[in-house]
């Protein structure tokens, strides 16, 4: 398996452009979990999925985020507008119930300038 | 609510000195599993344990062992005889039936040479 896809590894874009990440989980894991990595505020759960079904967004800071999961493989997480203060790592990782650990992807950078 | 304590922000060694990096948490759950992952410079969260609730045994692999405390709510993990590849931030984590995993702030090794 080719573990948790993410795309892109980095993203540069200006204050107010919209940002799309996405994720690809690993096959039959049933969760999914979208991070925020930032020196500040350490590795935050924005939001995750169950069987495609938003479980949990309250970590989602503010309505300019939004996420997604169409299918069993695959998520976005888009920020419109975007602003400096979005800048950090975005991780997602999957799951499945039962398995041993959470695999993570290889995250995606974000500077929004 | 849950939450993850990790005091110790930084923990500077030398190699070939044993380190000790602690995790405290807190669950009103009966059952939930505690996590250690290692994010090392290149910036890949990387899976090293899962514990469940029930099994307190110690674990040991390699120079890295275990120990959780369920009366002190307690989750440390230890290296033994460090070495500069060591050098990371060790991340200890929580999640319950639900599905959902939260991290402490994590802990910045640096083993010198």
């Known amino acids: 398996d080719a573990g948790v896809i993410q795309s892109p590894r980095h993203e540069v874009t200006e204050m107010g452009q919209e940002v799309t990440l996405r994720c690809k989980p690993i096959?039959?894991?049933?969760?999914l979990f979208w991070y925020r990595q930032t020196m500040m505020r350490g590795l935050e759960l924005l939001i995750y999925?169950?069987?495609?079904?938003?479980?949990?967004d309250s970590g989602m800071p503010e309505d300019r985020f939004s996420a997604k999961m169409p299918n069993a493989s695959f998520s976005t997480l888009k920020i419109q507008p975007s602003e400096p203060r979005d800048s950090a790592v975005y991780f997602c990782?999957?799951?499945?119930?039962?398995?041993?650990?959470?695999?993570f992807g290889s995250g995606t950078r974000l500077t929004v300038v | 609510a849950q939450k993850v304590t990790q005091a110790q922000t930084e923990i500077s060694v030398v190699e070939k000195e044993d380190v000790t990096l602690d995790c405290v948490y807190e669950t009103r759950d009966t059952t939930y599993y505690l996590f250690w992952y290692k994010q090392p410079p290149s910036g890949e969260l990387v899976f090293l344990i899962r514990r469940n609730s029930f099994d307190e045994q110690n674990e040991i692999s390699g120079r890295y062992s275990w120990n959780f405390q369920k009366s002190t709510s307690s989750f440390n993990f230890t290296i033994t005889a460090s070495q500069v590849v060591d050098s990371a931030v060790y991340f200890c984590a929580l999640s319950s039936n639900t599905g959902k995993l939260i991290f402490g702030q994590g802990t910045t090794l640096q083993v010198k040479p």
């Open positions: 999925f169950n069987n495609n079904v938003p479980i949990d």
């Open positions: 096959s039959g894991h049933d969760y």
């Open positions: 990782a999957s799951n499945f119930r039962g398995a041993l650990g959470y695999t």
